[in-house]
């Protein structure tokens, strides 16, 4: 079965850092371009970032841009993202998510369609 | 950045009747690149269609999408129960990808 598995979501100050981890299984993860999407409470989805399937090339969000760092662990099937600076804005349900088959990619980023997504881990932000 | 606006917000409708969706773009969406989204209360949300009329695997076939350029519909010919949920529409053709506000099919 394919499945996408986040953890390490939890309560930060504004200005604190968290890390979070998605487990993939069920699916050749080194082939896939990967990422994370967002939803603030009560709202609509947001992209947050994507990866390669090599790891060598990232992209954001401009929001998050110099404050989130994707990564991806191809041997442990492990997507990351680490957030810096986090502001209140930055409070939502954190999804990872795998893009379909069908993505496409040119200088500015990689782009598709998004056909498996974990259950969410929640960051909110707040003193 | 393209700005995706569904319509209408909410749609009221009962189980067996017609329900049709729409999702307009600022600009044109290159290459039909063009997706729509399921999300149920408390799940995450589910691909539907990709490329604007392809169904995503598994998806039943009272879903179906058409549209290019700046418009696309989503239309589902006859509701079932578990189809009242919330719909998003992507675009995936330029940078930033973006996502519509959602159109919320509740049961009348």
């Known amino acids: 079965e394919v499945q996408l598995l986040e953890s390490g979501g939890g309560l930060v100050q504004p200005g604190g850092s968290l890390r979070l981890s998605c487990a993939a299984s069920?699916?050749?993860?080194?082939?896939?371009?990967m990422s994370w999407v967002r939803q603030a409470p009560g709202k609509g989805l947001e992209w947050v970032s994507t990866?390669?399937?090599?790891?060598?090339?990232?992209y954001y969000a401009d929001s998050v841009k110099g404050r989130f760092t994707i990564s991806r662990d191809s041997p442990k099937s492990t997507l990351y993202l680490r957030m810096n600076s986090l502001r209140a804005e930055d409070t939502a349900l954190y999804y990872c998510?795998?893009?379909?088959?069908?993505?496409?990619?040119?200088?500015?980023?990689?782009?598709?369609?998004?056909?498996?997504w974990g259950q969410g881990t929640l960051v909110p932000v707040s003193s | 950045e393209i700005v995706l606006t569904q319509s209408p917000g909410t749609l009221s409708l009962s189980p067996g009747e017609r329900a049709t969706l729409f999702c307009r773009a600022s600009?044109?969406?290159?290459?039909?690149?063009l997706a729509w989204y399921q999300q149920k209360p408390g799940q995450a949300p589910r691909l539907l269609i990709y490329?604007?009329?392809n169904r995503a695997t598994g998806i039943a076939d009272r879903f179906s999408g058409s549209g290019s350029g700046t418009d696309f519909t989503l239309t589902i010919t006859r509701l079932e129960a578990e189809d009242f949920a919330v719909y998003y529409c992507?675009?995936?053709?330029?940078?930033?990808?973006?996502f519509g506000q959602g159109t919320r099919v509740e049961i009348k």
């Open positions: 998510a795998k893009l379909h088959p069908t993505y496409h990619y040119d200088s500015s980023g990689y782009y598709g369609a998004f056909d498996v």
């Open positions: 069920g699916f050749t993860f080194n082939s896939y371009a």
């Open positions: 990866i390669s399937a090599s790891g060598a090339l990232t």
């Open positions: 600009q044109s969406v290159s290459s039909s690149y």
């Open positions: 490329g604007a009329s």
């Open positions: 992507q675009q995936y053709g330029s940078s930033p990808q973006t």
